[in-house]
């Protein structure tokens, strides 16, 4: 299997968040049509007609190889490549991963920052600065202002830099660097 760099060079790539914004927004099918869907952590378990089912990249970083096999397992669709954000150690899951080679710390001195970056935002960097696609679009990305469409509560994580993280995707909006589809 090819790096994601690779799978994604040359395509209109949509980064799908789990901000709750999703629901409701209408957007399954945009996202449907999108060229190159990639999808983040326990999302791909909780997919419907509001968030659009396909999902061609999954980027994950749980730690606990229980919950990255139940996750995985209970996806009604299968993500045709799946992608280890290597923060954590190998959770030794016994389904077909790539580590993604991004640099956590490249990612923390672009937002100024310390603590760990979230998976979206990280991916978001790397599809940015270590690949080649047509274009980058983002929807559900609110720097968890609300709470994960698939969670009961919003519990941002505190090792998560929500601020910096916030003013990275605007700055990136603003620039053009990247389309917002909601």
């Not at 790096?3 to 927004?25: C, F, Y």
């Not at 509001?50 to 009604?76: E, H, L, P, S």
């Not at 299968?78 to 954000?85: D, E, G, I, V």
């Not at 990305?141 to 698939?150: T, V």
Request: hydrophobic share 40%; proline share 5%.
């Amino acid at each position: 299997m090819n790096s994601l760099s690779e799978q994604i060079k040359g395509k209109e790539v949509l980064l799908v968040g789990n901000s709750e914004s999703i629901i409701g927004a209408e957007l399954g099918p945009t996202i449907q049509s999108a060229e190159f869907v990639i999808r983040f952590n326990l999302s791909i378990a909780h997919l419907n007609s509001c968030t659009g089912t396909k999902t061609d990249a999954w980027v994950f970083a749980m730690k606990r190889q229980r919950v990255c096999r139940k996750i995985y397992n209970n996806a009604i669709i299968k993500p045709r490549a799946c992608f280890r954000h290597e923060r954590h150690p190998d959770p030794g899951v016994d389904f077909n991963f790539i580590p993604l080679d991004v640099s956590i710390i490249s990612v923390q001195k672009e937002l100024q920052t310390t603590l760990d970056p979230s998976v979206g935002v990280c991916t978001l960097w790397y599809v940015l600065n270590c690949s080649e696609p047509k274009n980058v679009s983002i929807v559900a990305f609110d720097s968890f202002l609300n709470k994960n469409f698939h969670a009961e509560a919003n519990i941002p994580r505190s090792q998560h830099p929500i601020a910096e993280e916030a003013r990275y995707i605007s700055y990136l909006k603003s620039s053009k660097k990247i389309n917002c589809l909601d």
